[in-house]
């Protein structure tokens, strides 16, 4: 896992948090997950095509989730409906979208895939054996951890 393919989306992902809820992230201490199994209830995967490929995965509690879509709707959330879970959809997809272009401002294009909503406690996500960065990230509203496994497409055909 190459931190020039990461740092981007942990970059984009401060500052998207900073600017559509209003707070100062912080950092919690990193680690690296060779398995995609969450106990998460809330989680919303990105995928990344191109020449990097992998996976985005920002799982959160329900009460982060509904905190995080309240603020960002302008209105509580009492239940997590479909509504809540497009702005969170919605966070993750600007997260993604704003690491894709620092990476083509180091020459890399890149795509992401719709993001897409997963539910449930203690889901497993597997992500095809590639190993990913583990970022706490720690707001107000609550915490929550995004996990990125990138690698550069011709490393995945070199392996395979």
Do not use: Y
């Amino acid at each position: 896992m190459k931190q020039e393919l990461v740092n981007p989306f942990i970059t984009s992902a401060f500052w998207v948090l900073e600017s559509m809820l209003g707070e100062t992230p912080k950092r919690g201490s990193l680690g690296v997950q060779a398995h995609g199994t969450t106990s998460h209830q809330v989680n919303v995967t990105i995928g990344v095509t191109g020449q990097v490929t992998g996976h985005i995965i920002i799982g959160m509690s329900l009460q982060t989730a509904d905190r995080i879509a309240s603020t960002m709707i302008g209105r509580p959330v009492k239940i997590f409906d479909s509504l809540a879970a497009s702005a969170i959809a919605e966070l993750a997809n600007m997260i993604g979208g704003n690491g894709l272009l620092h990476l083509s401002e180091i020459g890399l294009v890149c795509d992401v895939t719709p993001p897409t909503i997963i539910r449930g406690q203690d889901v497993e996500i597997d992500t095809l054996s590639v190993p990913a960065l583990v970022v706490p990230i720690i707001l107000e509203l609550g915490e929550f951890t995004m996990t990125v496994g990138l690698v550069q497409a011709q490393e995945r055909t070199q392996a395979a």
